[in-house]
């Protein structure tokens, strides 16, 4: 699985776009960036993921480069309730175990 | 939300004591995890199955085992308890059928504490 690098906090005004960055430099051709966050106390969340095209669904967006070495997630409205701690992971086939890293702790700032 | 339920939710107890985690799903997922998360050290997989009694060790396996006898139960066993057990224990399941990188979707977590 392929070692991933986020800044370990930042901060959002409420109602603006977020943007979290993810470097993964080492990520193989056959692997998946996903992205999952945890607010306190609770299971992690599936956000989304993506190989190399560019990915939206109802809860965020992924971009990802063209050379597949960084990729950002954007919550284009962040509320309150965005306020976690998000992973950002390269992986494998699906059962491969999912390593998740220290993260970025977004702060959504009212 | 996937249909995941981790029973207990807490527990508290004795250094010695066997305790047993149940995960339960409702979504007939092939794959089922059991991670544990503890400060400074992030998600960390003990066990995971791969069926219907086909399961295989994780990063951090020593003191713990799991029983898969049917789909939709996945145990988690300590059985004797320590105090570095204390943690919070996910549970997580995935797809597959040829949908190949599905995401793993968790549970709400148990929280145990051994004194």
């Known amino acids: 699985d392929a070692k991933t690098t986020q800044p370990p906090s930042m901060d959002c005004a409420e109602g603006r776009a977020a943007n979290l960055p993810c470097n993964h430099s080492?990520?193989?051709?056959?692997?998946?960036v996903y992205w999952y966050r945890q607010i306190h106390s609770q299971g992690p969340q599936y956000i989304i993921h993506?190989?190399?095209n560019n990915e939206t669904n109802e809860m965020a967006s992924l971009i990802i480069t063209e050379d597949r070495k960084s990729s950002t997630l954007i919550l284009p409205h962040a509320t309150l309730r965005d306020t976690a701690v998000y992973y950002c992971?390269?992986?494998?086939?699906?059962?491969?175990?999912?390593?998740f890293g220290p993260g970025t702790s977004l702060s959504v700032i009212p | 939300d996937a249909g995941i339920t981790q029973s207990p939710r807490h527990k508290v107890t004795e250094t010695g004591t066997p305790v047993t985690l149940r995960c339960h799903q409702t979504?007939?997922?092939?794959?089922m995890y059991w991670y544990r998360q503890d400060p400074g050290h992030g998600l960390r997989l003990i066990h995971y199955?791969?069926?219907?009694?086909?399961?295989d060790k994780g990063e951090v396996s020593d003191g713990y085992s799991v029983s898969r006898s049917k789909t939709e139960d996945f145990l988690l066993t300590l059985e004797s308890a320590t105090s570095s057990q204390t943690s919070v224990y996910f549970c997580?399941?995935?797809?597959?059928?040829?949908?190949?990188?599905?995401?793993?979707?968790f549970g709400d977590g148990t929280r145990l504490s051994i004194l």
């Open positions: 997580a399941i995935s797809e597959s059928q040829g949908a190949y990188h599905q995401p793993q979707h």
């Open positions: 080492t990520i193989s051709g056959n692997e998946y």
């Open positions: 993506g190989l190399k």
């Open positions: 992971i390269g992986k494998g086939t699906s059962y491969d175990k999912v390593i």
């Open positions: 979504e007939n997922h092939r794959y």
């Open positions: 199955s791969y069926g219907v009694k086909d399961t």
